[in-house]
T-cell receptor
């Protein structure tokens, strides 16, 4: 299957700082990227859907000014957690949609810990 | 709205025995159905999917799932469990309509294979 990478795989930051997570589709063009958050022992919760070149669509309850999503190219989407707080500590997973063959591929996830 | 239910938080099976992880879904129209596996601190790995055709779908690592439209179920099965199958399993559903590619996940079932 196709490959999606995420960077960094884990990050520890101080409260109040911003953290950027990159999601790259390595061998396909992802016209749509999905960002999920997973708290310990819980399921994946969709945060937002982003289409290349347009603004992301956020799920209810997700603050768009706190979780900035940029999808500037068909192979790269970024999620920036602004002014991070300990409650933002979570596992963040991206997923790329390869529209050419209507398949979806997950990245390996990024573990964010905010102190 | 689409939804997925995984009624069991935890399933324990002796090594070598058959295993079943249950999943039921609700979606308007005909669904795409998926099973994913997640190991600790890792992203989701695709196991199998139902799109159309044969109701019995075979996937990775010897897993299979049976689509039952009348019972709106998509239970995951394996004839003989391995200790290495111990992980967190997620069922997911997606609408077939183009432009609505969001996946909805169940809450997950932790499968423990006992040696």
């Amino acid at each position: 299957g196709a490959v999606v990478s995420q960077h960094p795989s884990w990050v520890i930051c101080k409260s109040g700082t911003s953290v950027k997570i990159e999601c790259r589709s390595l061998d396909f063009q992802a016209t749509t990227m999905f960002w999920y958050r997973q708290f310990p022992k819980q399921s994946l919760m969709l945060m937002a859907t982003s289409n290349e070149g347009s603004k992301a669509t956020y799920e209810q309850g997700v603050e768009k000014d706190k979780f900035l999503i940029n999808h500037a190219s068909l192979t790269l989407s970024t999620l920036t957690v602004t002014s991070a707080h300990p409650e933002d500590s979570s596992f963040y997973i991206c997923q790329g949609l390869a529209s050419s063959y209507n398949e979806q591929f997950f990245g390996p996830g990024t573990r964010l810990t905010v102190l | 709205a689409q939804s997925v239910a995984q009624p069991e938080d935890q399933v324990n099976v002796a090594e070598g025995n058959p295993l079943t992880v249950k999943c039921t879904y609700s979606v308007s129209g005909n669904p795409y159905l998926f099973w994913y596996v997640q190991y600790p601190n890792r992203g989701l790995q695709f196991l199998l999917k139902y799109i159309t055709g044969d109701n019995l779908v075979k996937g990775s690592y010897g897993f299979e799932a049976e689509f039952n439209k009348s019972q709106t179920s998509f239970h995951l099965k394996k004839p003989s469990a391995l200790v290495s199958d111990s992980a967190l399993y997620f069922c997911a559903v997606r609408d077939r309509n183009f432009g609505n590619e969001k996946l909805t996940f169940g809450t997950g079932t932790r499968l423990t294979i006992i040696p």
